[in-house]
């Protein structure tokens, strides 16, 4: 294996005697500070004098920090935020008609340090050709007077300031200074380094040496496998050498860390798949961090205080109840969780919850959390404050509500703590121009802060580094894979800033001004990263998100060679090092259900067919899905009261065909229908009391479920004769083969000549073809008909009730089929004949679904595939996905 010198000669020597190094970025630099040390230890040495290494933004922020120091007539650089207020309040003044100021100031900071970094704002003297861009420009001598009258100055400008002074002869300028890293020196910075070198500073350029190494191009089918392939090169290089430092560069990181850390955990530590594995450090870690306000202890801090100027969501609600985070003990987390649930079954819980309400509901159950946020509630007050007022308290409402809960935090935590911590610092910075601001505006302002702050953990310097491309300069590794680098992802490709003329940009050189702009940029990065390492690895794939690809041509100077097939990784024998597998049967089987228990209703055995798994984690393990709350009725809850409604009509209001007839006839079926809803609704308008909207909704629904009815009954009263015998008849304790069911039939109409029908309301559209096969859709009449102990019967029915879609389907004996002929086809869909079609066929397959279910049989196989599991609430329990992406790779493995 090549290893190599991960400091070149030239800037270790430079190190040694004492030359200032500086970076492109903080990473760079202590990985820069980390080699050496290294490299001083391996010489033999235990102490050594500290390099002078400091990234370009660390260095040239504690020069102005000196210079502000010495002399006091220097502006005050304002930080990020302090810049986007005075962005926002000039657009205020300025521009009537701002949509959206916070984006508006943002995109107005960004092209102001783009025209500083690019040394170009001398471009604003003269007017500019669009609407936008001459806005921004009026805005841009608003904010410059604003800063010159108050003695400030925007950070963009520091380089410029900087050199400035040194020009001045007011800052020294260091004997000896060398840049690394620096894919593209900006303007601004090029302007600091000439001043320096004018006042004798002797510059060095330590990035022409560009050593030979070994370059390999890999062509990958999809993204999966080419990460796949990279992964495992990854472990057979570690298994060779565990001390060998790897990089893995990809064009836009953000877009594909998901997939690489996935498969890369499955494929370097595979036992933390298990959610039981104890968090661990895998070998691998990424450059990229995640928004500080999506870490957990974060948001919920960020979630409380929401709460307490506004009505949280429900999900929002429920996920900080749920969180921890505000549970000063187990048990009180526990409670928390318990009342959730609780409250989502009662239907206690509304898509809004305002704080107050939560507390008095947690009152009696969770008197202690109700306490605190009540003091938490006492502690805000709404009069404007300045803002490092409401920074100095907002972590005591934290503190008061139980924050950040009763588990000891971790390092991720802790770090995150912290950083929130700084934020609040930095938003004590607002105080700068004395403005107040309201505990509302405060909380907004945290929380933009908080999804725009890049929150990465501290590096535990894993022999794994996985970053993008641009982050990669200033550092050297022992071998490198980029990946990902076909014709559409390299170079990046990007669009020129919208609020500057795109002739200025092009002139300047600045980001994405040009095709040409980017390929030049892209092909420099390529040319660093090929000198980064010894030993290169080059991949893209031939299917990319956007259609077919082909490799990057920037590659075509660095790798003459054919591309190798990926598969050609894949394929590769694990090493000699590598654990053997070891088989374990597993042959701790399942219980079969007791007997003597009932199993519940029809439902178990739709489940069963419709996916083992389902009815085994719900009948068996009393998996129960949370009742999501909806602003009104659910579809359950209007199905339900259909068949209350249709029970009451057809028990007090009349039980035959001829006193329904007789009752459209006289007028009064329209008073009953009304009476009957009424009283079904009656619990729903009482628990709706003093809101209008959800009365006035009920009153809608209501009149809906009228108009239905008055519609069904007109097709019933069109059937042939018959009494209705029994409706939402019970059926107890109903044996199949051992599993006992407790079922309910809608309703058994008798015939006059003898017989029934047996019917079922559905609100859904269905076909009696969800009767057949082997896993019947549709179970619970077959269940019914064959179980049920009905005498003699003719038939079985679906009554489907929908707006304009009402219906009988089902099968009927030959010797009743006079019984629907007054009715068209399409409303009594009879099929084949009930006794030919039916109960044999059925039986069959009922009895094995109960036989599975007694067994326990519990496989994750959707009866329809996704289709199936879209209705579902168990896809996390199940995990089904991760099963389709094994069998997917199975497939894939079997046609490759
Ligand atoms: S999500 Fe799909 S696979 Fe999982 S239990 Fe439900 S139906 Fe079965």
Avoid at 237 to 249: E, K, N, V, Y
Wanted: hydrophobic share 40%.
């Amino acid at each position: 294996m090549i290893r190599s010198n991960r400091i070149p000669s030239v800037l270790f020597d430079a190190m040694e005697r004492g030359a200032l190094v500086i970076t492109a970025n903080a990473r760079a630099a202590r990985v820069l500070h980390q080699a050496y040390a290294a490299t001083q230890q391996s010489q033999g040495y235990q102490a050594w004098t500290t390099p002078s290494v400091q990234d370009w933004q660390s260095w040239t922020a504690d020069l102005w920090r000196q210079a502000f120091y010495t002399y006091p007539d220097l502006p005050l650089l304002l930080d990020t935020q302090q810049e986007r207020v005075l962005w926002k309040r000039i657009q205020q003044r300025e521009a009537v008609a701002v949509v959206s100021p916070d984006s508006l100031a943002h995109l107005s900071q960004q092209a102001y340090a783009l025209l500083s970094r690019y040394c170009a704002h001398d471009q604003r003297r003269q007017p500019w050709t669009t609407l936008d861009s001459e806005h921004f420009r009026s805005w841009a001598a608003a904010f410059d007077a604003e800063c010159s009258r108050r003695g400030w100055a925007s950070s963009s400008r520091c380089d410029e300031l900087l050199a400035s002074l040194v020009e001045e002869g007011r800052i020294p300028a260091p004997a000896e200074l060398l840049c690394t890293g620096f894919d593209r020196l900006l303007p601004s910075q090029q302007r600091l380094l000439d001043a320096l070198h004018a006042r004798g500073t002797l510059l060095g350029d330590l990035d022409s040496e560009t050593p030979p190494g070994s370059r390999t191009l890999i062509c990958a089918n999809e993204l999966r496998e080419e990460i796949t392939a990279c992964a495992t090169w990854c472990r057979e290089q570690l298994a060779s050498d565990p001390s060998l430092r790897i990089g893995i560069l990809v064009p836009d990181l953000k877009s594909v860390q998901p997939a690489i850390d996935r498969i890369f955990r499955s494929i370097l530590t595979p036992r933390d798949t298990s959610i039981l594995a104890a968090a661990s450090r895998p070998p691998y870690e990424f450059s990229l961090g995640s928004p500080l306000a999506s870490v957990p202890v974060v948001r919920a801090a960020l979630l409380l205080l929401k709460w307490l100027t506004t009505p949280l969501p429900e999900e929002e609600a429920t996920w900080l109840l749920l969180s921890g985070f505000l549970a000063t003990s187990e048990g009180e987390a526990l409670t928390l969780a318990a009342l959730d649930a609780r409250w989502r079954d009662t239907g206690a819980l509304s898509p809004e919850l305002p704080l107050e309400t939560a507390r008095r509901k947690l009152s009696s159950a969770a008197p202690a959390v109700a306490q605190r946020l009540l003091q938490t509630l006492r502690l805000v007050q709404e009069r404007p404050r300045r803002w490092s007022e409401w920074t100095e308290l907002a972590p005591q409402l934290l503190e008061a509500a139980g924050w950040p809960g009763h588990r000891t935090p971790d390092s991720a935590q802790y770090q995150a703590q912290q950083r929130l911590d700084h934020l609040f610092d930095q938003l004590a910075a607002l105080d700068f121009d004395a403005s107040q601001t309201t505990f509302r505006d405060f909380v907004r302002t945290l929380t933009a802060q908080a999804s725009e702050t890049i929150f990465s953990l501290e590096s535990y310097d894993a022999p794994i580094q996985v970053m993008g491309a641009m982050e990669a300069s200033g550092q050297r590794f022992d071998i490198l894979w980029f990946l990902g680098i076909d014709d559409q992802a390299w170079p990046l490709r990007g669009r020129a800033h919208p609020l500057l003329p795109a002739a200025l940009q092009r002139k300047h050189n600045m980001p994405h001004a040009s095709p040409q702009q980017d390929w030049e940029l892209a092909h420099a990065v390529t040319l660093r990263i090929a000198a980064s390492a010894p030993v290169c690895v080059f991949s893209y794939s031939r299917q990319a998100a956007s259609g077919e690809s082909r490799c990057s041509p920037l590659l075509s100077s660095l790798v003459a060679t054919e591309p190798k097939p990926a598969t050609a990784f894949l394929q590769q024998p694990r090493s000699a090092s590598a654990v053997s597998l070891e088989t374990i049967p597993d042959d701790s089987g399942v219980l079969t259900w007791p007997q003597q228990r009932t199993a519940g209703g029809s439902e178990v055995l739709k489940r069963q067919a419709a996916c083992p798994f389902q009815a085994f984690a719900m009948g068996r393990l009393h998996t129960a899905v949370l009742n999501r709350t909806e602003r009104g009725l659910t579809a359950a809850e209007r199905g339900k009261l259909l068949h209350q409604a249709l029970e009451q009509l057809w028990s007090a209001g009349f039980t035959t065909r001829d006193q329904l007839i007789n009752a459209t006839a006289t007028g009064s079926l329209a008073s009953l229908l009304q009476s009957a809803v009424a009283a079904i609704f009656a619990p729903y308008s009482r628990e709706a009391a003093g809101d209008n909207w959800m009365l006035t909704y009920l009153e809608g629904e209501q009149q809906r479920l009228i108009t239905l009815l008055g519609h069904w009954l007109a097709i019933e009263a069109q059937r042939g004769p018959f009494t209705v015998e029994h409706v939402e008849k019970r059926l107890d304790n109903i044996d199949i083969s051992g599993l006992r069911l407790n079922l309910r039939a809608d309703r058994v109409d008798r015939l006059p000549e003898g017989g029934h029908f047996l019917i079922d309301y559905k609100t859904s559209l269905v076909t009696s073809n969800a009767w057949q096969g082997e896993r019947p859709d549709e179970p619970q009449l077959p269940v019914y008909a064959l179980f049920g102990g009905i005498d003699d019967l003719q038939g079985v029915l679906f009554a489907q009730l929908r707006a304009n879609a009402c219906k009988f389907e089902g099968l009927i004996a030959a010797e009743t089929n006079a019984h629907f002929a007054a009715l068209p086809k399409d409303i009594a869909k009879i099929g084949d004949i009930y006794g030919d079609t039916g109960p044999e066929a059925w039986e069959s397959a009922l009895l094995n679904l109960a036989a599975d279910f007694l067994h326990g049989e519990a496989a994750v196989n959707p009866l329809h595939g996704a289709k199936t599991c879209r209705y579902c609430a168990l896809p996390g329990l199940c995990r089904v996905a991760e099963l389709q992406a094994l069998t997917e790779e199975d497939n894939d493995d079997d046609e490759g």
